[in-house]
């Protein structure tokens, strides 16, 4: 199924605190992480059905990402991309694709927030595993 023929799920800024970086600060105090989420799935069936069982349910997403951020220490923001990119998968099969953004505000003086955007489809992980 290609993207064009599938509908979005946002879910914007998503402000967490997490161990995320290089130096040793970053690897002790929690900092801000931003993520955002765009997540591709057929959402025909739920529109039809306007039942919560056939949609993509963005609050057991989110909860996940939640979890993962806030207990996770990654060094590399792009690491801590492809870990959320992983867990949209595991938690609901009607994702198709993904868009992942990981910014940290604040880590570059004069800049509002650095970070990565990655996009996988879920062809490409079952590909890599």
């Not at 040793?24 to 105090?29: Q, S």
């Not at 799935?41 to 909860?63: F, G």
């Not at 953004?101 to 004069?110: D, H, N, S, Y």
Request: net charge negative.
């Amino acid at each position: 199924m290609h993207s064009d023929s599938l509908d979005k799920v946002i879910i914007k800024d998503l402000l967490l605190r997490g161990i995320v970086g290089i130096n040793p600060d970053e690897r002790v105090k929690k900092q801000d992480i931003l993520v955002n989420l765009v997540l591709w799935a057929d959402m025909r069936q739920a529109a039809a059905s306007d039942d919560i069982a056939h949609a993509v349910n963005y609050k057991t997403v989110s909860k996940a990402v939640i979890e993962h951020v806030e207990g996770g220490d990654p060094q590399l923001v792009e690491r801590l991309a492809a870990e959320v990119a992983e867990i949209c998968f595991r938690v609901d099969g009607r994702v198709q694709a993904v868009e992942v953004t990981i910014e940290k505000p604040g880590a570059l003086r004069f800049a509002r927030s650095v970070g990565v955007s990655i996009y996988r489809t879920r062809a490409q992980m079952n590909d890599d595993a």
